[in-house]
C-alpha cells in the first residue's frame, strides 16, 4: 500500500485564497456570500490546514480561530465533494485536534448543521439547544 495521493500542511503560503473563497462562499451553508476580503482576512487572523492533493491541488481547509492556550474554535471544514469518501475529512480534522491538543488546550468549540456523528467520533458533545448543535471537546484537568 503506497503513500496517499494528498498531504495536510498548516503551511499559509499553501493556501489557495481563490478556491478557499469560491467554495466557503458558495457550497457551505454557514458561509454562503461571504465576501473575498472577510475570507482572506478571516483566514489571515486564523490557524489554518489545507489538504493538497500530490499534483499540488487544494481538496479540503479546516480554519481554527485560537489564542494557542485555553481556547479554540474550529470552523469552516470543508472537503471537495470529488475527494469526499476516501476518508480525507476524518484525517484532516484528527490532524486538526492534535495540534491542538500538543497546544494544551482547554476545549475547542464547533458548531455545525448535520455532521454530529462525524464530530462526535472525536468526542465532541453538544452543549445546548439552538438551530445549530454546539459542541466541544475537553481535555480534564486543564483550566
Known sequence: M????????????????AW???VISTDTYWAEGRSR???DRAIEHSLCYGVYHSSGRQLGIA??????VTFAWLCDVYIDPE??????????????????D???????????QGAEEFYRRFD???VDDDSSTWMAKRWPGRT
Open 102 to 112: 500538543r497546544m494544551g488546550l482547554r476545549r475547542v468549540l464547533l458548531a455545525t
Open 20 to 22: 478557499i473563497h469560491k
Open 37 to 39: 476580503e472577510r475570507s
Open 63 to 68: 480554519r481554527v480561530v485560537t489564542d494557542r
Open 124 to 126: 465532541f458533545a453538544e
Open 83 to 100: 475527494a469526499r469518501g476516501d476518508g480525507i475529512g476524518k484525517r484532516l480534522v484528527a490532524h486538526v485536534l492534535d495540534d491542538l
Open 2 to 17: 503506497g503513500e496517499p495521493p494528498y498531504v495536510i500542511s498548516g503551511d499559509p503560503e499553501r493556501l489557495d485564497l
